[in-house]
T-cell receptor, first 117, second 112 residues
Framework: EAGVAQSPRYKIIEKRQSVAFWCNPI?????LYWYQQILGQGPKLLIQ????????DSQLPKDRFSAERLKGVDSTLKIQPAKLEDSAVYLC???????????????FGPGTRLTVL | SQQGEEDPQALSIQEGENATMNCSYKTSINNLQWYRQNSGRGLVHLIL?????REKHSGRLRVTLDTSKKSSSLLITASRAADTASYFC????????????FGSGTQLTVLP
């Protein structure tokens, strides 16, 4: 079974530039998550999709971050414009159902390491 | 905000010794999960314990959960150098569609 794919693996940009990350979840997984992991910290959920609908985006800085999951499969996360504090690893994960009250194991991709100069 | 807090933040032991990591959380949970992250990699699920369970085993891993104290511990027995990684607890809140909130992690180093 193929895992969660992410690209690019590394990205270096200057502040105020734009950047986009791509994620392809495990086939058949209904729920997709984007996390931000700052060095030395645990992952912080940015947005959770159930199929192509948003379940939780309460921690997404909506003035600069956007995400979409067209057709309920792969997803893109965009930052525009980037700030220095956006330097982090952006992790994508997927799970089979993601429904409230149903326990799901999340499967993570390798992440994209973003450096903002 | 981080729901779980791991203790200690860093742990260094010799190969063959046991490693114990603790996690405390704040709100009611449906379950608690432990994940492992090797340097530069994504997270890998290790074990899940439900709120009505007190202890669970998986190979060299043993997890306990005390809901009255809102705490959990992960024990790795007979550690190996390959166990060197960061370990995170993650809580699934009761009655919420949000799946997991991760703690800040324990960095485990196993010396050969």
């Amino acid at each position: 079974e193929a895992g969660v794919a992410q690209s690019p693996r590394y990205k270096i940009i200057e502040k105020r530039q734009s950047v986009a990350f791509w994620c392809n979840p495990i086939s058949g997984h209904a729920t997709l998550y984007w996390y931000q992991q700052i060095l030395g910290q645990g992952p912080k959920l940015l947005i959770q999709f159930q199929n192509n609908g948003v379940v939780d985006d309460s921690q997404l800085p909506k003035d600069r971050f956007s995400a979409e999951r067209l057709k309920g499969v792969d997803s893109t996360l965009k930052i525009q414009p980037a700030k220095l504090e956006d330097s982090a690893v952006y992790l994508c994960a997927s799970s089979l159902t993601g429904l409230a009250g149903i326990t799901d194991t999340q499967y993570f991709g390798p992440g994209t390491r973003l450096t903002v100069l | 905000s981080q729901q779980g807090e791991e203790d200690p933040q860093a742990l260094s032991i010799q190969e063959g010794e046991n490693a114990t990591m603790n996690c405390s959380y704040k709100t009611s949970i449906n379950n608690l999960q432990w994940y492992r992250q090797n340097s530069g990699r994504g997270l890998v699920h290790l074990i899940l314990i439900r709120s009505n369970e007190r202890e669970k085993h998986s190979g060299r891993l043993r997890v306990t959960l005390d809901t009255s104290k809102k705490s959990s511990s992960l024990l790795i027995t007979a550690s190996r150098a390959a166990d060197t990684a960061s370990y995170f607890c993650a809580t699934a809140p009761s009655g919420s569609a949000r799946q997991l909130t991760f703690g800040s992690g324990t960095q485990l180093t196993v010396l050969p």
